[in-house]
């Protein structure tokens, strides 16, 4: 069955510091994973990824893909208010579904 | 416009109501799916149109019915419905199904289900 899990589940940052999110996987047949931020109703789309080692950025987010090792890192620098929200990465592989993880509350405070 | 639609954003229904949830998109994606989030917990599949087919249904209870009038709109009929299918109703369009890779979601803001 496919999986994938999320760390940390909830982590609190001030205002300015730089946080890594992390997802690990296990697809049968990987094809993509991406990144989605949800705020209050509806997941915006971050990113998504499909090969190893190379980095996509959008100003102060940052995400990359170690397909070897089964994981992505998605960094936030320079943390600010706006950025609070729950984190969701999710991964298709065979089974042409996205499979969620349970995503990373991420609260930042002035 | 990049925008999926989702109508009513709240919904507060009797166990013994029907009501129906709408989506609409005019991205032109041929693929559209109705998502469960209930709080603190990722989404969950429930059903998938492809070219106003249904594709997937993942077991979910006959008291959620799709229908796909055509492909820019969704809907999901509810029908004595229990108090705890009350959750965060998303739904979403990609370009195609996704068995294509760089295939990404777009998602609606979602209605706020509670049943009584």
């Known amino acids: 069955e496919d999986k994938v899990v999320q760390s940390p589940l909830s982590l609190v940052v001030h205002e300015g510091d730089t946080v890594t999110l992390n997802c690990s996987y296990e697809?049968?047949?990987?094809?993509?994973l991406l990144w989605y931020k949800q705020e209050k109703k509806a997941p915006t789309f971050l990113f998504m990824l499909?090969?190893?080692?190379i980095e996509k950025k959008s100003g102060r987010l940052s995400s990359i893909l170690d397909k070897k090792e089964l994981f992505s890192i998605l960094n936030i620098t320079a943390t600010q208010t706006g950025d609070s929200a729950v984190y969701l990465c999710?991964?298709?592989?065979?089974?042409?579904?996205?499979?969620f993880g349970k995503g990373t509350k991420l609260t930042v405070n002035p | 416009d990049t925008e999926v639609t989702q109508t009513p954003k709240h919904l507060v229904m009797g166990m013994t109501n029907k009501k129906s949830l709408k989506c609409e998109q005019h991205?032109?994606?041929?693929?559209m799916y109705w998502y469960k989030q209930k709080a603190k917990k990722p989404p969950e599949l429930m059903f998938v149109y492809s070219y106003e087919k249904l594709s997937i249904n993942e077991s979910v209870p006959s008291r959620f019915s799709p229908e796909c009038p055509n492909s820019s709109l969704l809907n999901l009929h509810l029908h004595a419905l229990q108090p705890e299918d009350s959750a965060l109703y998303l739904c979403a369009s990609s370009q195609d199904w996704m068995t294509a890779t760089n295939e990404k979601l777009f998602f609606g803001s979602g209605t706020q289900l509670s049943v009584l």
């Open positions: 991205m032109g994606h041929r693929a």
């Open positions: 499909t090969s190893s080692g």
């Open positions: 697809v049968t047949n990987f094809r993509s």
């Open positions: 999710a991964v298709q592989g065979g089974s042409e579904k996205l499979v």
